[in-house]
């Protein structure tokens, strides 16, 4: 339970004062849901006010305050062009104030003839005149001290104004309460930091609260190292149970090809994990066609044999239809029964699945996320392995782990290569394995960035290429601010390309599709029967045809460096030479240039990666769009370079003391995972 404390910041926005329906759209769009989200919407910049008694002594360009007096009203007639009152500073200096819209009432109001008010807004020169368009305040003279001389600005959406986001802003922060010191008294004196009160209200109030901010970030990142700890304390109290298999399985699998040195090694690092009764919790970190899927297989086989169940969780269920396919194709002839169950089975189906789980005749399961819902129950899962993991966070990996009785071993499997310090705020101390050789024969993909304007030629190349008897992908970018924007860009070009190449060479998938309909046009891609496949990003990881060797991805620069080099992997699969196109639209910025240039001189995952984090920051890396649990709000990626180091050596300090959280100073670090939301960490150290 949330201590009565914080209850204040756990109030929902629209309950404070002032919000109306009006508010609660943008409100949400901002995700600014509570109280606590508003009161860590720390400003993005500031307005400085330039107080004069003259328009002389002002600069253009700056906010200023001073005093006016309106002396006519020039309204133009039409309803586009502006209102403007015409107005003199005290030495009779000439300055217009210029209002946009229909509504003449207001200003007239705002400045009755011949009266003085103080004025602030950014002074601008129009032609020879001065001008303040729209001013941010007007008020009567006894008022003017009211008006800090500075003011944070905040992250806006459409339809809320920056003074109305101050407001809701000061009252969320007015609602925070003292809360005890859960930093170590020693790292806060070092730092100079001010306690967790005062640094809130200092960030919202003082341009230059470095160490205020510091602080924020900090307990942030403290309480995703802590949450990493509890987990991992967790896991490891639980005993596992040793899995130790007889070879009996491995030994009758036909492999087209010999593993790898990397794979081999990595095969003997996770025996060696699965074999002790401390569960296993180890990252697989390979590139893209590294060979990961047979890593997961023999782990999977080594689990069957000494007995136990083993589930196999994918990302989508594109990739998890395509890992059952290959799971049953290289398991065929052995006597291991495969599952699938994604939300698409229902029904008996379902029905058939759950109780073949329960009662251990079905020996390995793959699936999406509905492999852990309430209703599965396993016999005795003995391995998770989890694909792709920067889509799940730390509460899925809860849930799956605690489908057993005993944890189970859990092999964690990602592409995307991240950075140390990534790692660590993501996965927390987690054993490491790499898959860093690739098989044999694979050549460098052959990367283009072609601006396009080209189309034509673009086209026409594509057209050469699968007229060669070759497949291609063509992946549309997604498209935001629209509902279903990025199926329909999709469709559209499916539409084109169809008209040239013919209806029955190319398909299209997207998000928005059936499942069976996906399913029967990824089966007739990877069939050849389909030459071009037009697709949105649902194709991004995992998809597996050899024979597509043309990747053309529209609108480049719109996606994530590791994105597009997890879009590239889907060719240069087999052993023919592949091509990669980024197409990307006119007036590139440096960094955008600079991103595809990049992905066109190197196909190392690890360098696109910690390029990446240089020229876009951490968010783009972890994969903004669904990673939850893993997004910080306060800390930037700077911040988490510079303060992980401390935060991890703090919370692992704490925990090596007080791993029950029942010292003052461990009540204090519920408080701060409460804070950021760290629920199901605490829900651990509940249940021991
Ligand atoms: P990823 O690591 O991206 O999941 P996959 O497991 O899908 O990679 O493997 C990519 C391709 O490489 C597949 O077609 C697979 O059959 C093949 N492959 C895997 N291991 C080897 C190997 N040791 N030698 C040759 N080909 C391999
Ligand atoms: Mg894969």
Redesign the pocket.
């Known amino acids: 339970m949330r201590p009565d404390i914080l209850n204040p910041l756990f109030t929902e926005s629209t309950a404070l004062k002032g919000v109306g329906a009006a508010l609660a759209k943008p409100l949400e769009r901002l995700g600014l849901l509570r109280a606590v989200d508003l009161a860590f919407h720390l400003p993005v910049s500031w307005i400085e006010r330039q107080r004069v008694r003259r328009l002389s002594e002002a600069e253009t360009g700056r906010m200023v305050g001073l005093v006016l007096t309106a002396h006519d009203y020039r309204a133009s007639g039409t309803a586009r062009a502006p209102f403007r009152v015409q107005a003199s500073d005290e030495a009779g200096d000439p300055v217009n104030i210029v209002y946009f819209g229909k509504n003449s009432g207001w200003p007239r109001k705002l400045f009755p003839i011949g009266e003085p008010r103080f004025v602030s807004g950014r002074l601008d020169r129009f032609g020879d005149d001065l001008q303040i368009v729209h001013p941010d305040h007007v008020v009567e003279l006894g008022e003017a001290g009211v008006i800090p001389d500075r003011e944070p600005v905040y992250g806006l959406s459409e339809g809320i104004t920056n003074g109305r986001m101050r407001e809701l802003v000061h009252q969320a922060v007015a609602r925070a309460p003292d809360l005890p010191e859960w930093i170590e008294p020693g790292l806060l004196a070092r730092k100079g930091w001010p306690g967790w009160h005062e640094a809130l209200n200092a960030a919202h109030e003082d341009p230059v609260a470095r160490a205020a901010r510091e602080r924020l970030a900090y307990d942030e990142i403290f309480a995703g190292q802590l949450a990493l700890m509890l987990l991992r304390a967790s896991t490891r109290r639980r005993r596992g149970v040793p899995v130790v298999g007889d070879g009996s399985l491995r030994a009758q699998l036909k ?6 040195g990397a ?1 081999r090694r990595v095969f003997g690092e996770i025996d060696g994990d699965m074999a002790q009764s401390v569960p296993m919790l180890r990252l697989l970190q ?9 890593v997961a297989v023999m782990a999977l086989l080594n689990a069957v044999e000494a007995g136990g169940q083993g589930a196999f969780l994918a990302p989508t269920e594109i990739l998890a239809r395509q890992h059952y396919a290959s799971l049953q194709s290289m398991l065929a002839g052995l006597p291991v029964n495969v599952a699938i169950l994604t939300g698409r089975e229902k029904g008996k189906v379902r029905e058939a699945t759950l109780m073949g789980l329960a009662d251990g005749s079905i020996h390995i399961l793959v699936g999406t996320h509905a492999i852990f819902q309430q209703a599965v129950t396993y016999r005795n899962l003995a391995l998770a392995i989890i ?1 792709e993991q920067h889509r799940f966070g730390v509460s899925q990996r809860l849930m799956l782990t605690a489908k057993a009785e005993r944890a189970p071993h859990l092999l964690v ?1 990602t ?1 995307t290569p991240i950075p140390r310090t990534l790692r660590l705020t993501q996965h927390g101390d987690m054993d490491v394995s790499q ?1 860093d050789e690739m ?3 694979r050549q460098p993909i052959d990367t283009r960035v072609i601006a396009d304007d080209r189309m034509e030629e673009i086209v026409a190349a594509l057209g050469r290429h699968i007229g060669s008897g070759r497949q291609a992908y063509w992946v549309c970018p997604l498209v935001e601010q629209s509902e279903d924007g990025d199926e329909a860009a999709a469709e559209a070009r499916a539409k084109i390309l169809q008209a040239r190449f013919g209806a029955d060479l190319v398909g299209v998938v997207h998000g928005r599709m059936a499942g069976a309909e996906k399913d029967a046009v990824m089966e007739a891609f990877a069939a050849g029967r389909l030459k071009l496949l037009v697709a949105t990003t649902v194709i991004e990881v ?1 998809v ?1 045809v ?1 024979n597509a060797t043309l990747m053309i991805i529209e609108a480049a620069e719109r996606f994530g460096l590791a994105q597009l080099h997890q879009l590239r ?1 889907r060719v240069g ?2 052993d023919q030479r592949s091509f990669c196109m980024l197409l990307h639209g006119p007036h590139l910025s440096e960094t955008a240039k600079a991103r595809l240039a990049l992905m066109r001189d190197t196909n190392d995952g690890f360098r696109i990666a910690e390029e990446d984090l240089e020229l876009r920051g951490a968010g783009e890396i972890l994969g903004t769009r669904q990673s939850g649990d893993q997004r910080f709000r306060l800390a930037t990626p700077e911040q988490i370079q510079d303060l992980l180091g401390a935060a991890h050596d703090d919370a692992r300090l704490l925990m090596d003391r007080d791993g029950g959280l029942s010292s003052p100073r461990g009540e204090a670090a519920r408080t701060c995972l409460y804070l950021f939301e760290r629920d199901a960490a605490i829900a651990l150290l509940a249940s021991g």
């Open positions: 492999l087209p090809f010999e593993p790898t794979q390979g590139d893209v066609g590294s060979g990961k899927t047979l694909d499997m592409a898959l098989p044999p024969g995992g597996d050899p992997g699969r087999g």
